[in-house]
């Protein structure tokens, strides 16, 4: 898959990496949930019937961030990670638009006639809550009005579970209350963050629990601060953990960020400086101060034993 950084004005040289009609989603698509996979199935089998390749069009940063709403700074798929899964999925190309202040000018007339017809765009695909053009003033109606016989548009029905609508906001206020296995069911995947294990404090090992302590390879939403059973894959290899977000608050006071730190179940190798990612799986108990070490390593262990039950239990189904 291609992935291609564009920034507004598209100028000769952006435009002509473009050499033939290509079929285009629309959109932010942070979580690529499962409405977002919806939008993206349909490029991929309009794009396959008109045999053309199928490109997606997204944002970065997020456009909420860039209107001051400061949560958007921490994303459910960063660009790398969402990078990979749409390439995962088929995808040909990925344009990446610097969101920035000149782009958020653009009237909607503007965005199609100076950013699509550039892009040799034929059919355009969005989901029914699209929206484009300064202060969001384009609608999929606008979209199709401003094509012209140009390009096709198609427009994607709301995506629902439960008789609910399936959003990314919805996705966060799941995480943000640890309700794992209820985000996981809209993502239509395990909620995973990606980063490298560094050097600790080295506290876990000497009470007997030695731990993964990742630093985050990009802004990711941090769920609940808590404890949680969860899967993680390095070079490869998956292992069963169980790990704790959170603050220390038995060992620190006021800790600015938390932290994430995984014990790996059966597991002896040194893995500073390797890549990790961590699967969510559930959720087992907030954070909390503990006035003891010794009843901070009970709690640990009844953790270990109930995330190991969990998994175990997982994995033979």
């Known amino acids: ?77 960063p660009v790398d990670q969402k990078r990979r899964m749409l390439e995962r999925m088929g995808v040909d ?10 782009f958020m000018q653009l009237t909607p007339e503007q965005f199609v006639e100076n950013v699509l017809i550039p892009m040799k765009v034929n059919t ?34 709301p995506y629902q579970q439960g008789g609910v609508k399936v959003s990314s906001t919805l996705v966060r206020e799941h995480l943000q209350k640890g309700e794992i296995e209820e985000a996981n069911a809209l993502l239509g995947r395990r909620y995973t963050v990606e980063g490298t294990v560094v050097n600790g404090d080295g506290r876990g090992r000497t ?14 939403v941090i769920p609940a601060l808590g404890v949680y059973a969860v899967q993680v894959t390095i070079d490869g290899e998956k292992f069963n953990a169980v790990m704790n977000v959170g603050k220390k608050p038995t060992f620190v006071a006021d800790l600015e960020r938390p932290t994430l730190e995984a014990h790996l179940f059966d597991f ?37 034993d109930r995330a190991k039950s969990i998994l175990t239990a997982l994995e033979n189904n």
């Open 124 to 157: 355009v695909i969005v989901g029914f809550d699209f929206n484009f053009g300064y202060r969001g003033a384009g609608t999929p109606d606008t979209l199709c009005e401003l094509a012209q016989g140009r390009f096709a548009v198609e427009v994607v029905r």
């Open 93 to 102: 190309t990925m344009y990446l638009v610097s969101f920035n202040p000149d």
């Open 207 to 220: 009470i007997g629990f030695p731990t993964a302590n990742i630093n985050l390879a990009e802004s990711f």
């Open 268 to 304: 002896s190798r040194t893995i500073y400086g390797s890549a990790i990612s961590v699967e969510f799986i559930a959720f087992l108990r907030p954070e909390r101060k503990f006035s003891a070490v010794d009843e901070l390593i009970a709690q640990i262990r009844r953790d270990a």
């Open 1 to 77: 898959m291609q992935s291609i950084k564009l920034t507004y004005p598209i100028t000769e040289n952006d435009s002509h990496t473009v050499t033939e009609p290509q079929v285009m989603a629309i959109g932010e698509f942070d979580g690529l949930h499962l409405g977002h996979q919806e939008v993206i199935k349909r490029a991929l089998t309009t794009a396959k019937h008109l045999r053309t390749p199928a490109a997606i069009m997204t944002f970065h940063p997020h456009p909420k961030e860039v209107l001051g709403q400061q949560k958007y700074t921490q994303l459910l798929t």
